[in-house]
């Protein structure tokens, strides 16, 4: 178990003036976030490390890092402004193929990744991606498994909607290792058909697309994490970080 839960927002870096008003906000009206964690967007110029150095000195800063971009014959591009900046910590993704195949990717995976991370940047604490919606149960605790063997301390989980189904999976979560339970605002039909659809996500019945029940569930997120010693984020995507969590964190 970890000495203390910690909490993070997720924020896009669209902008860097954007990303800065955002990291602003939430310095001023959500106490209880500690971290900032930036996802990395190929159609963004700003990458992710740029994004979390942004967010020092006031929060911990973690990029997320998509292991197909990782060009195995060249250094990681994070590690300069990773100790530039004094940050220790990063998420390892599989990544997506891009649109636009003009940009160049790689046949690099996430174990891959993960082991290549911990052996050239042994100061960094690296995390993995848990999804509970890709596939069998039984699967994805093997895939766990196979990341903490190859250097990961910890689990960044997709977005979640149900916490019966976060209770499953925390029972996969060995003792010592790091645990991010993810929340995101679903607010609209067209949102909920995307996380249903595309990502195969899991929502109860008693689901709503209303910023009522996604604040609620943000709440009872926050206090599963805080019972059983592991972290919490949240990725508003489009909704004014304030207004949703705003008197929760």
Not at 42 to 62: H, V
Not at 87 to 116: C, F, K, T, W
Request: charged share 25%; hydrophobic share 40%.
């Amino acid at each position: 178990m970890t000495s203390g839960s910690r909490v993070s927002v997720e924020l896009v870096p669209r902008s860097r003036s954007g990303l800065r008003r955002e990291i602003a906000q939430v310095a001023e009206h959500l106490p209880s976030v500690d971290t900032i964690n930036v996802p990395e967007f190929l159609r963004y110029s700003t990458r992710s490390w740029e994004g979390a150095a942004f967010a020092r000195p006031r929060f911990r800063g973690i990029p997320h890092v998509r292991a197909i971009d990782l060009n195995p014959r060249e250094p990681l591009p994070m590690c300069g402004p990773l100790v530039a900046h004094g940050m220790d910590e990063l998420l390892v993704v599989s990544g997506d193929p891009p649109a636009d195949m003009s940009h160049r990717v790689y046949n690099v995976d996430a174990e891959q990744a993960i082991r290549r991370v911990a052996r050239e940047l042994p100061h960094v604490r690296v995390y993995a991606g848990l999804d509970p919606y890709r596939q069998s149960f039984a699967r994805e605790r093997d895939y766990l498994e196979r990341k903490l063997e190859a250097g990961a301390v910890g689990f960044f989980s997709q977005p979640f909607f149900d916490l019966r189904l976060m209770d499953a999976y925390a029972d996969l979560i060995p003792d010592g290792v790091e645990m991010w339970w993810g929340a995101t605002s679903v607010l609209s039909e067209g949102s909920y058909t995307y996380w249903e659809s595309r990502n195969h996500a899991v929502f109860p019945r008693a689901f709503r697309p209303t910023l009522e029940w996604n604040r609620q569930f943000a709440a009872d997120l926050l206090q599963f994490a805080r019972d059983r010693g592991h972290h919490a984020y949240f990725m508003p995507i489009k909704t004014d970080v304030v207004e949703y969590l705003g008197g929760i964190l």
